[in-house]
């Protein structure tokens, strides 16, 4: 819609935010051990850092910093790898033994930690207000946001899209944007692609 596309509509089977995101940590780390991944963390504190005066939401965002910590002689090495290749990029990473740690940290219980990496950059938003924040920025630009409803089918004629089928009833399309989620490879599979995605439940203790 941003860059002046009209008649665009979001198709969400269940609420605003019901999916990955609603549940996520909504922890902003840039410290990958994938150059890839870090570019985009990079490009996406970029982003957040602006969000507030380009979408016009307050999203808690707050750039705490993440400090990452190493157990064992493997993890050390690892930590050196990744901060190396992170500095690279131009990242604000460094890695820190414990005695700097203990300085900077002075409250963390660093008993058995032998040094960690330490990102100021990283940070953290509220999934749910970010989530509401572009729903609420992409009406005021024209698109419709059609919540409880399931995109069923995809609808083709002769090789091309047409259209999709709904819980609700069917809507013209000559592009559909897959962002499913962990729903990807379904919705995929609607249009004949195979998407190389599978979804596993796991469970994150903190
Ligand atoms: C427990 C947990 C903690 C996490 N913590 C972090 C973190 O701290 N930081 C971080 O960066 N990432 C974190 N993640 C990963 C992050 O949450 C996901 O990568 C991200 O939310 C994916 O966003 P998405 O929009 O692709 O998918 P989703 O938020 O899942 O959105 C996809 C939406 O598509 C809808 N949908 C699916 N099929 C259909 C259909 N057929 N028709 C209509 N609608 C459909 C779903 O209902 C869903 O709402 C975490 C994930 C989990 C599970």
Known sequence: AKSGIR??????KDYLSSGSTGRCGGGIRQQWSERMNVR????????FKRFESEVGFDIEYFQGGYLLLAYTEEEVSLF?????????EGL????????ETAKIFPFINL????????????GHANPHLTTFAYARAAQRMGVEILTHTSAERILTESGRIIGVQTNKGQIGAEVIVNAAGGYSHEVGRMAGIDLPTESYKHQISG
């Open 7 to 12: 008649n665009v509509a979001v198709l969400e």
């Open 80 to 88: 050196e790898k990744n901060t190396k290749m992170q500095q690279e």
């Open 40 to 47: 985009l963390a990079m490009r996406s504190v970029d982003h």
């Open 92 to 99: 604000d990473v460094v890695l820190l033994s414990r005695e």
């Open 111 to 122: 008993t058995n930690v032998k040094a960690t990496a330490y990102c100021p950059s990283d």
